[in-house]
């Protein structure tokens, strides 16, 4: 996947929420967190009971998580990284909404 533009008045947002995760997660007891600043994927997830293994992941991947469904599940490393949060509506383009109204206007509305 590539990588997703933000548009800056989102990147705070993002930076806060990011934040936030990274202090709830640290605060699970069966879930150790590391953050790396120089790695393509720079968040290490691992299980405190097993260290041997673990996950990384990127920031786009590590937001997506659902760390409500995560403590439901018995707040494991394993249970985070299954987890997923729903996904976002999809914001629709000014481009075609400005596109559906000039041709709602025109009378090329097919509806």
Not at 21 to 32: H, I, S
Not at 69 to 82: F, H, P, W
Request: net charge neutral; glycine share 4%; aromatic share 6%.
């Amino acid at each position: 996947m590539g990588r997703r533009f933000v548009p800056v008045r989102d990147a705070d947002k993002r930076a806060i929420e990011l934040y936030l995760m990274l202090r709830a997660v640290e605060q699970m007891p069966l879930v150790k967190l590391r953050v790396f600043k120089d790695r393509k994927d720079p968040i290490y997830i691992q299980d405190k009971n097993d260290l041997s293994d673990g996950w990384a992941m990127t920031v786009d991947h590590f937001l997506q998580l659902s760390l409500e469904q995560a403590n439901a599940e018995g707040g494991t490393a394993l249970a985070l990284i299954c987890s997923r949060k729903k996904p976002a509506r999809p914001r629709i383009p000014q481009t075609e909404v400005d596109r559906a109204v000039e041709k709602f206007l025109s009378g090329d509305d097919d509806e």
